[in-house]
């Protein structure tokens, strides 16, 4: 592979991954905040499965109280301040907005929300207290949005928590797979910071299943929740799928998380198998390390593209490419490990669309690894793991439920 990343400047690499969404300054948020109609049947609270009270948040920004409205963000949602930078608000609470209905812009809901967060995460202010101890304890497995989510709760009931985490760092895709442009690591460190700070114990470096087993934790704790997200990416299943320059997209996004810009290796010919929202993570984040080329290549046409068509419409506006109906036979290599192509078939044949770098983003398998039982009254279980793979908020909203019923098992009120 060929390296891209010497053509852009460290300040470029910077400006590339900057917030896509840069913050609101205080007066747009307030001038913002009093175009809200505040309705109240409050369509866009429906909208988000964490059913956070929008107008009221919204309400407290216009009065100028930015406390209040980011506890009620985060009463409802652990997670608000990682929502607020990474929801797909298009298809939740902004797509809900009545003033969709006026042709009118609706209400800028996640960036009203990033600022009533960013302000109490700023000043590092403490909104929320552990409960008194009722002498439970409660075992999560894994330390993303779906485990965290119902560690924070339980703690606040009262519930002694302690959380298994197979990774070096807690906050699963929050801290290693969300696009680098849209939630850095270190704010999704900081917001996890807040919940283990209710007095969460963290085991992290521990795989359950193989480093403990799952049922030690059912014997040693009064309940238990799994949320251990979705596995690996899928395998093509084609020739030349193991050479070297063939990355799948997860490992790739992570050593970009988890790296100065500069040390995650780029071709400058790259192919995104797949045309999910990771694919489309994959390739934008691809062309804004340095790629000359980043193209999209897929089996079916545009229309039936599974993302967003806001993030497709990102990809664009980068300079992806994108080949449509075309599905990959082989990876090709010069016979020195070097990948040249991708072999497609195409309706009109095979062609050879050259590139020296491969990244694999056709969707995450589910985790074999570990088993738990289904039907033990004690074992709960939350976020991508049980819902198939969603959104941050779908686990966080997965998480609070979840909470809520270890809590009514445990006899709490
Ligand atoms: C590339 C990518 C981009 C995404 N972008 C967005 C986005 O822009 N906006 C959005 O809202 N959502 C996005 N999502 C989806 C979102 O990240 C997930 O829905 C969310 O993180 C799910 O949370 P979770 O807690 O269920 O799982 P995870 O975040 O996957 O966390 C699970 C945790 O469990 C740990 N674990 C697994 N097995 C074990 C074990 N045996 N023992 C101990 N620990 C274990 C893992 O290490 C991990 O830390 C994206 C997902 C991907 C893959
Ligand atoms: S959590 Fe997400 S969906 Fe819910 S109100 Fe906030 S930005 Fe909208």
């Known amino acids: 592979m060929t390296d891209g990343r010497a053509l852009l400047s460290d300040e470029q690499l910077e400006r590339n991954f900057a917030d896509i969404a840069p913050p609101l300054t205080s007066d747009a948020a307030l001038l913002e905040a009093n175009k809200c109609l505040f309705c109240h049947d ?41 929502c ?19 042709d009118e812009q609706p209400i800028k809901i996640a960036l009203l929300q990033r600022h009533a967060t ?10 929320f207290a552990a409960g008194a101890p009722t002498g439970k304890r409660v075992a999560i497995v894994g330390a993303g949005p779906a485990g965290l989510a119902c560690a924070r709760d339980l703690r606040r009931q009262g519930h002694a928590v302690t959380v298994f985490e197979a990774k070096p760092q807690p906050g699963g895709l929050n801290t290693y797979g969300i696009a680098e442009y849209k939630l850095k690591a270190d704010v999704a460190l900081a917001e996890v910071r807040d919940i283990l700070d209710l007095g969460v114990e963290l085991k992290l470096g521990v795989t359950v299943g193989k480093d403990i087993p799952f049922e030690r934790l059912v014997a040693d704790y009064d309940a238990v929740f799994v949320g251990v997200g979705l596995g690996q990416t899928k395998a093509l299943g084609i020739p030349g799928e193991d050479l070297p320059g063939v990355i799948d997209a997860l490992t790739f996004i992570e050593h970009l998380k988890t790296h100065p810009y500069r040390e995650t290796p780029v071709g400058r010919q790259v192919v995104v198998i797949g045309a999910g929202n990771t694919a489309i993570d994959a390739v934008t984040q691809a062309k804004r390390l340095g790629a000359a080329e980043a193209t999209i290549v897929y089996r079916r046409g545009e229309g039936d593209m599974p993302c967003y068509h806001y993030e497709y419409e990102l990809a664009k506006q980068d300079g992806c490419g994108f080949r449509f109906n075309a599905t990959p036979l082989r990876i090709i290599d010069n016979g020195a490990g070097q990948i040249t192509a991708v072999e497609v078939r195409t309706p009109g044949g095979t062609e050879s669309l050259p590139c020296d770098m491969v990244i694999v983003a056709i969707g995450q ?19 991508d793991c049980a819902n198939g793979g969603a959104e941050i908020v779908n686990a966080a909203a997965e998480g609070v439920a979840a909470a809520k019923g270890i809590n009514e098992f445990l006899g709490g009120a």
Do not use: M
Not at 85 to 101: F, H, I, K, S, T
Not at 118 to 126: F, I, M, S
Not at 372 to 378: A, E, G, L, V
């Open 365 to 383: 398998g589910t985790r074999t690894e570990l088993q738990w039982p289904t039907d033990n009254p004690r074992v709960f279980v939350g976020g």
């Open 118 to 127: 960013d302000y109490v995460l700023a000043r590092g202010l403490t909104l």
């Open 42 to 82: 409050a369509p866009c609270t429906i909208a988000c499965p964490t059913h956070i009270d929008v107008p009221a948040f919204i309400k407290k920004i216009a009065t100028a109280n930015l406390r209040g409205s980011a506890r009620v963000i985060l009463d409802a949602n652990p997670f608000g301040h990682s």
């Open 84 to 102: 607020a930078r990474a929801c797909p608000v298009e298809v939740l609470c902004e797509g809900a907005c009545v003033l969709n209905d006026r």
